[in-house]
């Protein structure tokens, strides 16, 4: 089986075997970007993780200019076809046989997503589901939690800061409540981060506009009744496992090393403060960076440390597992 996360900013594929053992069921109808979800359907046994047999990365950026224009870039589609054409001769040589992909922020947010969907079918021969916010989150959530160790306690806040958007989940072993908010590293790059190295004044301005979004999505989260233990931080995609390289000062990526790795408040505060002091030429000097991400770091950074600002936790814990896990969980 496969799975296919095309986000704003990256197009993903997983190959897996899939263990014979009690898994989520899909997620139902969501209620819209934005709103909350309650759910209490399984998110996944942290004894029935994915075998990987190929998990691979190509950095599309297909959401570029979507905030302003509202619509995907020709050059932005075909970079996403033609990491879908290499993508599909790995389907044929593994002999898959169920695929399933979803789009997210970017394609929602498009006037033209029509256009990326028969630029799919026509490459890979299915039909790329654009799931809301709200299935969005579910997914991620389940493909989070589902390898998570005993030693990490619950409940979760897994936040997954993605180009466009960021989804906020909580649960336990299953989830609870969840949203998505308009905010991510492109996103607030392309709306405030313009300089390079972008001034006080546009990093002021992203902060305002994120810390409103964080504090709009920690209160639906939290529901009404606010008792008992502080949810573990969990943080996922490219902006959290990059900064965690970075203040682990490791000399290449290495998904092993930063797969639930914790990380301090202070530790963010900094790696966070460096990134937007530096041009990008610098970012892209630093070992863990992937090139097509040293221009929109800084952005996702700011996000991660002020999602902890706001939720008031001293650690994050990064993870290698996400809305692509999940989405392989539920082609069970």
């Known amino acids: 089986m496969a799975g296919i996360d095309c986000g704003t900013n990256a197009v993903r594929l997983l190959i897996a075997d ?13 209620t819209g970007t934005g709103q909350a979800t309650e759910a209490g359907s399984p ?25 302003r224009t ?9 970079r996403t076809r033609q990491a879908l054409t290499g993508y599909a001769a790995e389907l044929a040589a593994h002999g898959v046989d169920r695929v399933r992909m979803c789009a997210t922020s970017a394609s929602r947010d498009a006037d033209n997503a029509d256009e990326f969907v ?22 991620t959530f389940a493909g989070a939690v589902g390898g998570l160790a005993a030693t990490v306690p619950a409940p979760y806040l897994v936040v997954d800061i993605g180009g466009g958007s960021s989804e906020f989940v909580v649960g336990a072993d299953t989830m609870h409540r969840a949203v998505s908010v308009d ?5 607030m790059t392309e709306r405030h981060l313009l300089s390079d190295p972008p001034t006080a004044a546009q990093i002021a301005a992203a902060e305002r506009d994120i810390a409103a979004a964080v ?3 920690l209160s639906v989260v939290a529901g009404p009744d606010r008792s008992g233990p502080p949810p573990t931080l969990v943080g996922l995609a490219g902006s959290v496992t990059t900064v965690a390289g970075i203040a682990l000062r490791l000399d290449s990526y290495r998904a092993d090393q930063l797969h639930h790795a914790r990380i301090s408040y202070d530790q963010v505060a900094e790696v966070t403060a460096d990134l937007l002091a530096m041009p990008v030429g610098q970012r892209l000097r630093i070992p863990v960076m992937h090139p097509g991400r040293a221009d929109v770091i800084a952005a996702g950074a700011l ?17 290698e597992h996400d809305i692509l896990d999940g989405i392989c969980l539920s082609l069970r």
Do not use: Y
């Not at 509202?70 to 075909?78: Q, V």
């Not at 996000?303 to 993870?319: F, G, H, K, T, Y």
């Open 18 to 30: 899939l263990p014979d053992l009690r898994q989520p069921a899909n997620p139902g109808t969501g």
């Open 43 to 67: 998110a996944g046994s942290a004894a029935a993780p994915l075998t990987d047999v190929v998990r691979r990365m190509e950095i599309v950026r297909l959401g570029e200019g979507v905030d």
């Open 70 to 78: 509202r619509r995907l870039a020709p050059a932005a589609i075909e």
């Open 118 to 139: 028969a630029m799919v079918q026509a490459t890979l021969g299915v039909t790329p589901e654009v799931v809301t916010g709200d299935e969005e989150a579910w997914l």
């Open 183 to 187: 905010v991510g590293c492109v996103r």
């Open 215 to 217: 504090d709009r999505a």
């Open 303 to 319: 996000v991660l440390r002020i999602v902890m600002e706001r939720a008031d936790v001293s650690s994050v814990v990064a993870s």
